[in-house]
Protein backbone atom coordinates (compact mmCIF):
# COMPACT_ATOMS: atom_id res chain seq x y z
CA UNK A 1 0.00 0.00 0.00
CA UNK A 2 1.12 3.90 -0.96
CA UNK A 3 1.59 5.97 1.42
CA UNK A 4 -0.67 9.04 0.53
CA UNK A 5 0.81 12.41 0.52
CA UNK A 6 -0.56 16.09 0.85
CA UNK A 7 1.97 18.81 -0.78
CA UNK A 8 1.72 22.53 0.52
CA UNK A 9 3.54 24.72 -1.79
CA UNK A 10 3.23 28.30 -1.24
CA UNK A 11 5.29 31.31 -2.14
CA UNK A 12 4.16 35.04 -1.81
CA UNK A 13 2.37 36.50 -4.57
CA UNK A 14 2.80 40.49 -4.54
CA UNK A 15 1.73 42.43 -6.97
CA UNK A 16 4.02 45.08 -6.81
CA UNK A 17 6.69 45.12 -9.43
CA UNK A 18 10.41 44.11 -8.74
CA UNK A 19 12.75 46.52 -7.73
CA UNK A 20 14.73 47.74 -10.83
CA UNK A 21 17.86 45.34 -11.26
CA UNK A 22 19.96 44.78 -13.85
CA UNK A 23 18.60 41.82 -16.15
CA UNK A 24 14.98 41.36 -14.19
CA UNK A 25 13.42 42.06 -17.29
CA UNK A 26 14.44 38.78 -18.83
CA UNK A 27 13.66 36.66 -16.50
CA UNK A 28 11.31 34.41 -18.53
CA UNK A 29 7.46 35.18 -17.62
CA UNK A 30 8.26 38.59 -15.61
CA UNK A 31 7.58 39.28 -11.96
CA UNK A 32 5.18 39.47 -10.77
CA UNK A 33 2.79 36.78 -12.23
CA UNK A 34 -0.73 37.35 -12.94
CA UNK A 35 -3.56 35.33 -11.08
CA UNK A 36 -4.09 33.82 -14.01
CA UNK A 37 -0.83 32.44 -14.36
CA UNK A 38 -0.69 31.56 -10.72
CA UNK A 39 -4.13 29.55 -11.06
CA UNK A 40 -2.77 27.82 -14.67
CA UNK A 41 0.84 26.86 -12.92
CA UNK A 42 -1.11 25.34 -9.78
CA UNK A 43 -3.74 23.47 -12.16
CA UNK A 44 -0.51 22.14 -13.78
CA UNK A 45 1.27 21.08 -10.77
CA UNK A 46 -1.54 19.47 -9.29
CA UNK A 47 -2.27 17.28 -12.40
CA UNK A 48 1.40 16.23 -12.72
CA UNK A 49 1.19 15.12 -8.85
CA UNK A 50 -1.95 13.70 -8.83
CA UNK A 51 -1.00 11.54 -11.72
CA UNK A 52 1.16 9.78 -9.19
CA UNK A 53 -1.05 9.06 -6.81
CA UNK A 54 -0.39 12.06 -4.50
CA UNK A 55 -2.76 15.62 -3.31
CA UNK A 56 -1.26 19.02 -4.21
CA UNK A 57 -2.73 21.79 -1.48
CA UNK A 58 -1.85 24.49 -3.28
CA UNK A 59 1.25 26.14 -4.99
CA UNK A 60 1.66 30.04 -5.73
CA UNK A 61 4.77 31.75 -7.59
CA UNK A 62 8.01 33.07 -6.16
CA UNK A 63 7.46 36.78 -5.00
CA UNK A 64 10.18 39.06 -3.16
CA UNK A 65 8.62 39.31 -0.34
CA UNK A 66 7.43 37.32 2.75
CA UNK A 67 5.04 34.92 2.86
CA UNK A 68 1.97 36.56 4.59
CA UNK A 69 0.40 35.52 7.45
CA UNK A 70 -3.20 33.60 6.80
CA UNK A 71 -4.89 30.33 5.41
CA UNK A 72 -3.11 29.53 2.67
CA UNK A 73 -4.94 26.56 1.09
CA UNK A 74 -6.90 23.00 1.98
CA UNK A 75 -7.10 19.42 0.98
CA UNK A 76 -9.98 16.96 1.20
CA UNK A 77 -8.96 13.99 2.40
CA UNK A 78 -10.27 10.71 0.25
CA UNK A 79 -9.40 7.73 2.60
CA UNK A 80 -8.75 7.75 6.77
CA UNK A 81 -5.36 9.10 7.64
CA UNK A 82 -2.80 9.49 10.38
CA UNK A 83 -0.09 12.60 10.47
CA UNK A 84 3.11 10.63 11.01
CA UNK A 85 5.91 13.17 10.04
CA UNK A 86 6.33 16.76 8.20
CA UNK A 87 9.44 17.91 6.25
CA UNK A 88 9.92 21.92 5.27
CA UNK A 89 12.26 22.93 2.51
CA UNK A 90 13.29 26.27 1.68
CA UNK A 91 15.63 27.65 -1.54
CA UNK A 92 16.89 30.57 1.40
CA UNK A 93 17.54 30.36 4.91
CA UNK A 94 14.29 32.05 6.74
CA UNK A 95 11.94 31.41 9.86
CA UNK A 96 8.35 30.05 9.52
CA UNK A 97 5.72 29.36 11.98
CA UNK A 98 2.37 27.11 10.28
CA UNK A 99 -0.51 25.69 12.03
CA UNK A 100 -2.34 22.91 10.58
CA UNK A 101 -6.33 22.81 11.23
CA UNK A 102 -8.52 20.07 10.05
CA UNK A 103 -13.10 20.05 9.60
CA UNK A 104 -15.71 19.05 7.74
CA UNK A 105 -17.73 20.10 4.91
CA UNK A 106 -21.07 20.20 7.37
CA UNK A 107 -18.96 22.78 9.66
CA UNK A 108 -16.90 24.77 7.22
CA UNK A 109 -15.80 27.41 8.29
CA UNK A 110 -15.45 26.12 11.49
CA UNK A 111 -11.92 24.17 12.32
CA UNK A 112 -10.34 22.58 14.66
CA UNK A 113 -6.59 22.86 15.25
CA UNK A 114 -4.24 19.73 14.63
CA UNK A 115 -1.46 21.47 15.79
CA UNK A 116 -2.79 23.75 19.16
CA UNK A 117 0.35 24.70 21.09
CA UNK A 118 3.38 23.17 19.51
CA UNK A 119 3.24 24.51 15.42
CA UNK A 120 5.24 23.26 12.87
CA UNK A 121 8.58 26.17 13.40
CA UNK A 122 11.58 26.43 11.34
CA UNK A 123 13.76 28.81 12.58
CA UNK A 124 16.68 30.76 10.68
CA UNK A 125 17.08 27.77 8.34
CA UNK A 126 16.95 26.14 5.17
CA UNK A 127 15.10 23.10 6.27
CA UNK A 128 13.08 21.73 8.92
CA UNK A 129 11.58 18.00 10.34
CA UNK A 130 9.74 16.56 13.13
CA UNK A 131 7.10 14.00 14.02
CA UNK A 132 4.05 15.10 15.94
CA UNK A 133 3.78 16.73 19.45
CA UNK A 134 1.59 14.94 22.06
CA UNK A 135 -1.13 18.00 21.65
CA UNK A 136 -1.64 17.08 17.98
CA UNK A 137 -4.84 15.57 16.84
CA UNK A 138 -3.36 13.09 14.35
CA UNK A 139 -5.91 10.63 12.73
CA UNK A 140 -8.05 12.62 9.69
CA UNK A 141 -11.28 10.96 8.73
CA UNK A 142 -11.81 10.33 5.54
CA UNK A 143 -14.10 13.37 3.71
CA UNK A 144 -12.07 15.61 6.31
CA UNK A 145 -9.82 18.57 5.00
CA UNK A 146 -6.67 19.62 6.19
CA UNK A 147 -6.31 23.36 6.02
CA UNK A 148 -2.99 25.07 6.28
CA UNK A 149 -2.10 28.73 8.10
CA UNK A 150 0.71 30.45 8.38
CA UNK A 151 1.70 32.41 11.53
CA UNK A 152 4.55 33.70 10.55
CA UNK A 153 6.94 34.05 8.01
CA UNK A 154 10.61 36.00 6.58
CA UNK A 155 10.53 32.74 3.98
CA UNK A 156 9.15 33.67 0.66
CA UNK A 157 9.13 30.09 -0.43
CA UNK A 158 8.84 27.03 0.52
CA UNK A 159 7.35 23.49 0.76
CA UNK A 160 5.56 21.51 3.04
CA UNK A 161 5.72 17.99 3.01
CA UNK A 162 2.92 15.95 5.46
CA UNK A 163 3.64 12.52 5.62
CA UNK A 164 0.47 10.28 6.40
CA UNK A 165 -0.45 6.40 6.84
Not at 18 to 23: A, I, K, M, R, W
Not at 72 to 87: L, S
Request: charged share 15%.
Amino acid sequence: MSIPKIYFIATAVDNTPPPQTSGLSECKGGYPLTPAEVDQNFRNLQAAVESMGDFVVGINIRSYYAIQPGLKGYRVFPTNAKIIDWTLLSDQSGSIEIELLKGNYADFPTMTSITPINRIVVTNAFKGTGVPQPDWLTDIAAGEFIAFKVISSTMTRMMLDIRTQ
